[in-house]
């Protein structure tokens, strides 16, 4: 199983953007499909946006599209999620997930490894 870090949360400006990081360590990275969920306080953990494994495929919440985009780089073991025109909706615990040898489907029981999750805050 992969072991997976987020970094780049904060506190923005509704309008703003961040860029979120997800590090892997353990395993081949190519070989997972990779994704991003958050979730927000008394709210179930939502899909955020996936990739396939070599990163030509991406899916996205209709409530992201057009904002986010998640990308991946085999080389470093690290997938990202740019966040642009935040807004106070998007507020949750971001987390990151693998499905080693899976798709990159939208339901949080197809993955197997999780990270701990980065706070992220949009205030108007």
């Known amino acids: 199983q992969a072991q997976l870090a987020e970094s780049g949360g904060g506190l923005v400006r509704a309008g703003g953007s961040l860029r979120l990081s997800c590090t892997a360590s353990?395993?081949?990275?190519?070989?997972?499909?990779m994704a991003w969920f958050r979730q927000a306080p008394g709210k179930e953990r939502e899909f955020v946006a996936s990739?396939?494994?070599?990163?030509?495929?991406?899916f996205y919440a209709d409530s992201v599209n057009d904002r986010f985009t998640i990308s991946r780089d085999n080389a470093k073991n690290t997938m990202y999620l740019q966040m642009n025109n935040l807004k106070p909706e998007d507020t949750a615990v971001y987390y990151c997930?693998?499905?080693?040898?899976?798709?990159?489907?939208?339901?949080?029981?197809?993955?197997?490894?999780w990270g701990h999750g980065t706070q992220v805050t949009a205030y108007s």
């Open positions: 990739i396939s494994w070599s990163g030509e495929r991406q």
């Open positions: 353990g395993g081949t990275f190519s070989d997972y499909a």
């Open positions: 997930a693998a499905n080693w040898l899976g798709p990159p489907g939208n339901e949080p029981s197809g993955y197997d490894s």
